[in-house]
């Protein structure tokens, strides 16, 4: 018997759109969650994770069989709320069982999360739904869900209104559901970080008079956001700009490079990557489902696959993993160094 089960007797099921049923455990709140199937292969930072915007419209499946070991601290949280549609484990510690039921989140235990996690590497990404219902009725849940691809998300995860943090030179971050500890490093570089939606354009960034702008990371598409593209266009050449994530896709769309979606995604925190120039590999953290096609521009590619995984040129620069970790590896942190640098020196951006 599952150890969780004594407490909290509710079988449920993930189903796949193609009719593969999961049986597991329900832990969390009531209902149905439904999304594009994706899994991290990270051991910690589970509050971290969940809590990330960039997992909008996925469910996430932990490929470690034991989550919640350390209990949950809030403080880790990166937005103020879980922003994965549901969340799918193989064992889950009751502290962390009771907090992702607080929060409102459709969770299962006891999942055979390694044959899940092979078939989505294996065979690509799914829709999936979860939680009570019948398997048919979950399988048509599922089928009912919207692609990423190709559509704008209906749940915007840019912060509402301006804000600011840190003292120095200033960065304005354009905000797609940038993760908190992105502007946290920034402020502690040195910078004064002023944090924007992610619809403001050019006018409204440069009115800020920045130093140098960073595209943070967010959900979704980056080919369907094609007025931010035209954004950084009309901010490439006026002063530094700088990505990460879907930051970096997006910098790589407004240079002229394609997007493709990739068959299962980079997620987690132990990703081989290799600066071209110095030759260095550092292990870094992803989460993405997307990459940039480029011949030209790269400066970082895959060990695992050979994927792009940073571009350079003169006036930009991008990453597509996350140098502020947060949690994982601590090997791209002087990506934050390089922004200060550059905005340091830099002049600040005055309309003529």
Partial sequence: MHPMSSLLSRPQHLVLEDGTVFPGI???????????????????????????????????????????????????M??????????????????????????????????DTRTLVRRIRDGGVLRCALGDG??????????????IDGRPLERHTWTPEPYVIGEGPRVVVVDFGSKRSIP?????????????????????ILDWSPRVVMISNGPGD???????????????GKLPV????????LLGLALGHETVKLPFGHRGANHPVRDIKTGRVIVTVQNH?????ADDDVSHVS??????????????????????????????????????????????????
């Fill in 26 to 76: 329900g832990i969390g709140a009531a209902g149905v969650a439904a999304g594009e199937a994706c899994f991290t292969t990270s051991m910690t930072g589970y509050e971290e994770a969940v809590t990330d915007p960039s997992y909008v419209a996925q469910v996430l499946t932990f490929a470690y069989p034991l989550i919640g070991t350390y209990g949950v601290d809030e403080i880790r």
């Fill in 78 to 111: 990166e937005s103020d709320h879980v922003q994965c549609e549901g969340v799918v484990m193989r064992d889950c510690r009751p502290e962390f069982a009771a907090w992702l039921k607080q929060k409102g989140v459709v969770a299962l235990t006891g999942v």
């Fill in 134 to 147: 019948t398997p048919e009725e979950l399988q048509a849940r599922a089928l009912a869900e919207p692609l």
């Fill in 184 to 204: 946290a490093r920034l402020a502690g570089a040195g910078l004064e970080v002023v944090v924007v939606p992610g619809d403001y354009d050019a006018d409204a």
């Fill in 222 to 236: 980056p080919s369907v956001l094609t007025t931010q593209v035209e954004t950084i266009k009309e901010l490439l």
């Fill in 242 to 249: 700088f990505g990460i994530c879907l930051g970096h896709q």
């Fill in 289 to 293: 489902g997307y990459a940039v096609i």
């Fill in 303 to 352: 060990l695992n696959d050979g994927t792009v995984e940073g571009l350079i040129g003169d006036g930009f620069a991008s990453v597509q993993f996350h140098p502020e970790a947060s949690p994982g590896p601590l090997d791209a942190l002087p990506f934050f160094d390089r922004l200060a640098d550059a905005c340091r020196s830099a002049p600040i951006f005055t309309r003529s």
